[in-house]
Every structure is written in structure tokens, then in C-alpha cells.
């Protein structure tokens, strides 16, 4: 059976979508397991790519996609008056992927809180399947939470970002 990503990845995102929470495809030289709402230690989510087909000919480790809960970076509290949370515009990850604030673990992030952004402006970058994917802003405003943090997982329609329109 060859693999076709595109189907494979609209598979994926329909899944994401459904109360399914198992779901194995198999042929003779390939698995595919997937499983949502499994409580992952952060050891195994490292060892094993999320949502990524394995391909060989024996029976592989079934893959895990699973929820990932991260604690949200908190703004500034200087002197700002305090931010309507019912105005904030969030910015959600459109796939599956890890999640990486700069270009380079040396380079600085695309933004930080308090950062303007335009439409249009690169603010992170989503790696699925070994490709790395830019993420661009389709609204304008101030940065004021980076909830996703650097180099983890992240689901299909999971807020990312948090932005000011005003």
C-alpha cells in the first residue's frame, strides 16, 4: 500500500473532528493506529511522531495522538490597563504539528507579547511530516499570550496565540 499524505493528512483532520477515539488501518506492509484522549508522559511524546505513518515490514509501535494541555505564558502586568478577554482574536494551529517560535533555536522568535502584527506577517513556524510550515497571521493587533510553547506538540484547531485587535 503506498502512502498518500494529502489523503492521509484530510484523514487525519476528520478524525480530529469525530468522537472516534481509535482508529487502525492496516495492509501487508503497513499500520496505522491512532488514538485520542490517551494521557501521554512527555518521554513518549518526544519518542514517537505524532500523527506521521510509519512504513515497514513488521508491525510498528502505534502512533499517538492525544490532547496536549500546555500552561499558558501569562502578559506583562506593568502598568497596561487590564485586556478584554471577550476581544481578543485567537490565532489556532491549522494541522497537527510541533511548534516553533523562531526559524533557528539560534535565531530570536517571529514575535513576542507586546509585538505588533499585520496580516500577512510570519508568527511561527508548524513542523508536520518533516515539513516546516510558516504560519501567517490573518488578523492585526498586539500580541498579548503565546499559549503554545516552543517545541511541542500541537493539535488541529489548538490556540496558539492570543491578539489584541485594538
Known sequence: MSVDFQELRELLTVIANTDITEFTLKSDDFELTLRKGLVVSPSAVTSI?????????????????????????????????????????????????????????????????????????????????????????????????IVAQNGEPVEFGQVLMRVDPG
Do not use: H
Not at 63 to 86: F, H, M, N
Not at 131 to 139: G, W
Open 49 to 145: 511522531p505524532q500523527a506521521l505513518p510509519t512504513t515497514s515490514e513488521t508491525p510498528t509501535t502505534p502512533l499517538v495522538e492525544s490532547p496536549v494541555v500546555t500552561p499558558a505564558v501569562t502578559p506583562e502586568t506593568s502598568a497596561s490597563p487590564p485586556i478584554d478577554q471577550k476581544k481578543l482574536l485567537d490565532i489556532t494551529s491549522p494541522m497537527v504539528g510541533t511548534f516553533y517560535r523562531a526559524p533557528t533555536p539560534d535565531d530570536p522568535p517571529f514575535v513576542e507579547i507586546g509585538d505588533r502584527i499585520a496580516p500577512g506577517q510570519t508568527v511561527c513556524i508548524l513542523e508536520a511530516m518533516k515539513l516546516m510550515n510558516e504560519l501567517e497571521a490573518e488578523v492585526s493587533g498586539q500580541i498579548v499570550e
